[in-house]
């Protein structure tokens, strides 16, 4: 009979990729998929719905940061975005850098796409946020290419401060200015602030199962599980940011439809 998987697993691209010995690969594929429907999807709905220059600010935003999980996806998929770290007891870790380099830019960016609803653009709310931000990402990357398990959860414990001083600041500072603002902004600033919580605690405690903390989940579930994180936390985030009346200023059927060149 037709054997699908052998047929995959002989072929000259599964081994040009070395897929063979990477069964997560399945997911990165799946990953890079959804973000580049994602990215399409933000630009055709932005070339509809992004008549003012908030608006444009919105989609740009929203659609850099699909784009940018797109390209590490396809860099993991392509095995790029890969490296091996040795520890100290001799055992090698496969680790995917790459999606480090993702968070980097793209969390600083959801962080601003929710900033830009509050309206709190100042300076030093942005600097804030997007600095510790950063030393959250850049501390998680320490931990992971760390030798020892000592290591790995001291970088953890301080990667973890840095992302309860990024909730703290989206729990006080944004949520009173969000407070000012009308019911719909203040409804979507909600939902999109409780999903940041949720899916950002996420994020340390699956770290800590998967193959950087103890181990537990082999790297096919922990590369399933950051998969459908990050598609929530991106894709998902955008959805439901740009097809809010927060965004759109009124719901999306009395926004101008689609004109024929923006739907091609
Ligand atoms: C790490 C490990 C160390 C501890 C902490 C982490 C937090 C990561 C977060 C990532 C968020 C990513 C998002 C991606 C976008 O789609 C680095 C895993 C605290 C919060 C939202």
Redesign the pocket.
Known sequence: MFDTAVLLQTSGVVQDLGLGDRPESVWLLIGTVLMLAGTFYFIRHGMAYADTREKIEYHVVTIM?TSI?FASYLAMFFGIGLTEVTLANGDVLDIYWAR?A??LF??PL?LLDLALLAKATDKGTIAALVLVDAF??V???A??LSPTPLERYV??TI??V??FVILWILWTNLTARAEDMNEDVRGTFTLLRNAIVV??LA??V??VFGT?GTGLLPLFHETLGFMI??VL??VGFGLVLLRSRAVLGGSEDDAPEPSAEAAD
């Open positions: 940061i999980a480090y993702d968070w793209t969390t959801l959250m990402i501390t998680g990357l931990g992971a970088w953890w990667s973890t840095a992302l899916l950002w994020y340390p699956l770290w950087e994180l990050d936390a991106k």
